[in-house]
């Protein structure tokens, strides 16, 4: 089916916004899709904030995204918006990037302070960047993000919201759009 990559925004290996782009990998994945978590924080400091794309990791990174049908973007909400982390990497990628690609924007913080930061903040970026279709997106709450044995869940609300709009935006990647319903094309 497609290839997605799922870019983790948060700056904490393990974190709450770790676990959420796992969780979402692991539903596209059921759907048949293929996906490749990258993770900014991995990448060399120094070349990210120099915006050096020569650099192999970081070059190696923009590939995966140009090869890509759609990119899956989460993020901590810090200070009403999108990590730094993430615009730092956002930054780096030629103009252009996401053109004829589906983007599903997700957030993840602890308050429902910062339920609108994914529609004010994270798709306009997205948006800019050249994607055509950025997908609904889903705020969840810190809280209903729980890793166990077995993996990660979510609870509460956050569950049906975020398995809603990965089932969006999965009908999405089907280049034989004519099959998804209409209820589902209009968010794309």
């Known amino acids: 089916m497609a290839l997605v990559v799922a870019v983790i925004g948060g700056p904490a290996p393990g974190s709450a916004t770790a676990a959420l782009a796992e969780n979402v990998a692991e539903r596209l994945e059921l759907e048949g899709h293929t996906t490749v978590l990258i ?28 090869q890509a ?51 004010y903040t994270l798709r306009p970026v997205l948006s800019a960047l050249g994607c055509p279709q950025v997908g609904q997106g889903a705020f969840v709450l810190d809280t209903d993000i729980v890793r166990h044995s077995c993996g990660v869940s979510l609870t509460g609300a956050s569950e049906s919201r975020v398995a809603a ?24």
Do not use: M, W
Not at 42 to 58: C, F, H, V, W
């Open 165 to 188: 709009v990965c089932r969006q935006f999965a009908h999405a990647l089907i280049p034989d759009r004519t099959s998804v319903r209409s209820s589902d094309r209009s968010l794309f």
């Open 69 to 119: 049908d759609g990119v899956v973007v989460t993020t901590p909400i810090f200070q009403a918006s999108y990590s730094g982390l993430l615009k730092t990497f956002l930054d780096v990628l030629p103009p252009g990037a996401l053109a004829g690609k589906a983007a599903l924007p997700l957030a993840n913080g602890g308050s429902r302070a910062h339920l609108l930061a994914v529609d």
């Open 39 to 66: 993770s900014p924080a991995d990448l060399p400091p120094a070349a990210l904030i120099a915006g050096d794309s020569a650099d192999p990791q970081i070059r190696s990174a923009i590939e995966l995204i140009e």
